[in-house]
C-alpha cells in the first residue's frame, strides 16, 4: 500500500521539478499546492500504513514547509523555516536513541554544519542571520540523531535532506537568484530523501 502512495507523490514531484523548480516564487497558487501535494502524498501514505507518529508529523510540517517556501517574501521564507525546523526536531526524536554512530561521522555533520559561519552567515540579511542559525541547529540536530540509526533508507534520506538544505541555503543567500540545475537538484534531494524517510521508517527504527 505504502508504494502506491509514494509513486502517486511521484507524479507531482516530477510534474514540479519539471515545470516549476528554480522559478522565482509566484502569486499564484498552482506551483505551490503542486509542490505541497508531493509532500501531502507521502503523508497520507504513512498514516494509512501505520508509519511512526514523529515520521508522519514530521512529513506534515515539511508539506506545510513546502507550501510557505513556494510563496513570495520573507514573511512566507520564515514561516516555511519555522515549519521545516519543527520537522527536523520531529525527525530527531524519532531517530534518538542516545547512541550516534562512529565519532568520526558525527564530527563530520557538525563541521558541514560549523561551516556555514564562513561562508553562509556573512551573506545573511541582519533580520535572518538569528532565524537561520537556529535553523542550521536544529538541522545538526536531525543529522546527529540519524546517526543513531543504522545504515539504510533513513540514513540516506536524512543526508540527501541535508544535501538539499545545503544547495538550497547556497543559493538564495550566495547565489542570490535561482539556479535551474541546482533547483532542480535541491528538489530531487529533498523528496527523495523525505520518500526514504518514510520508506526506511517503515521497516522499524532503532
Given at each position: 500500500?505504502?508504494?502506491?502512495?509514494?509513486?502517486?507523490?511521484?507524479?507531482?514531484?516530477?510534474?514540479?521539478?519539471?515545470?516549476?523548480?528554480?522559478?522565482?516564487?509566484?502569486?499564484?497558487?498552482?506551483?505551490?499546492?503542486?509542490?505541497?501535494?508531493?509532500?501531502?502524498?507521502?503523508?497520507?501514505?504513512?498514516?494509512?500504513?501505520?508509519?511512526?507518529?514523529?515520521?508522519?508529523?514530521?512529513?506534515?510540517?515539511?508539506?506545510?514547509?513546502d507550501y510557505a517556501l513556494a510563496r513570495p517574501g520573507d514573511r512566507a521564507f520564515l514561516a516555511g523555516m519555522v515549519a521545516f525546523g519543527l520537522g527536523h526536531l520531529a525527525?530527531?526524536?524519532?531517530?534518538?536513541?542516545?547512541?550516534?554512530?562512529?565519532?568520526?561521522?558525527?564530527?563530520?555533520?557538525?563541521?558541514?554544519?560549523?561551516?556555514?559561519?564562513?561562508?553562509?552567515?556573512?551573506?545573511?540579511?541582519?533580520?535572518?542571520?538569528?532565524?537561520?542559525?537556529?535553523?542550521?541547529?536544529?538541522?545538526?540536530?536531525?543529522?546527529?540523531?540519524?546517526?543513531?540509526?543504522?545504515?539504510?533508507?533513513?540514513?540516506?534520506?536524512?543526508?540527501?535532506?541535508?544535501?538539499?538544505?545545503?544547495?538550497?541555503?547556497?543559493?538564495?543567500?550566495?547565489?542570490?537568484?535561482?539556479?535551474?540545475?541546482?533547483?532542480?537538484?535541491?528538489?530531487?534531494?529533498?523528496?527523495?530523501?523525505?520518500?526514504?524517510?518514510?520508506?526506511?521508517?517503515?521497516?522499524?527504527?532503532?
Amino acid at each position: 500500500m505504502l508504494i502506491f502512495f509514494i509513486l502517486a507523490a511521484a507524479i507531482p514531484a516530477l510534474v514540479y521539478l519539471w515545470r516549476h523548480a528554480g522559478q522565482p516564487a509566484q502569486a499564484a497558487q498552482g506551483p505551490a499546492l503542486i509542490k505541497t501535494a508531493a509532500t501531502a502524498l507521502l503523508v497520507l501514505g504513512g498514516l494509512v500504513a501505520g508509519a511512526p507518529w514523529l515520521i508522519v508529523a514530521g512529513l506534515a510540517l515539511g508539506a506545510l514547509g513546502d507550501y510557505a517556501l513556494a510563496r513570495p517574501g520573507d514573511r512566507a521564507f520564515l514561516a516555511g523555516m519555522v515549519a521545516f525546523g519543527l520537522g527536523h526536531l520531529a525527525y530527531a526524536a524519532a531517530f534518538w536513541t542516545g547512541h550516534p554512530g562512529p565519532w568520526w561521522a558525527v564530527a563530520l555533520v557538525l563541521a558541514l554544519v560549523g561551516s556555514t559561519e564562513g561562508w553562509l552567515a556573512p551573506r545573511v540579511p541582519p533580520a535572518l542571520v538569528l532565524p537561520v542559525r537556529v535553523y542550521i541547529g536544529l538541522i545538526a540536530m536531525m543529522g546527529v540523531a540519524a546517526l543513531c540509526q543504522p545504515a539504510g533508507p533513513v540514513l540516506a534520506g536524512v543526508v540527501m535532506f541535508l544535501a538539499s538544505d545545503t544547495l538550497l541555503a547556497w543559493e538564495k543567500f550566495v547565489a542570490r537568484a535561482p539556479v535551474r540545475a541546482v533547483s532542480w537538484a535541491v528538489w530531487a534531494l529533498y523528496w527523495g530523501g523525505q520518500a526514504l524517510i518514510l520508506w526506511g521508517a517503515m521497516g522499524g527504527l532503532s
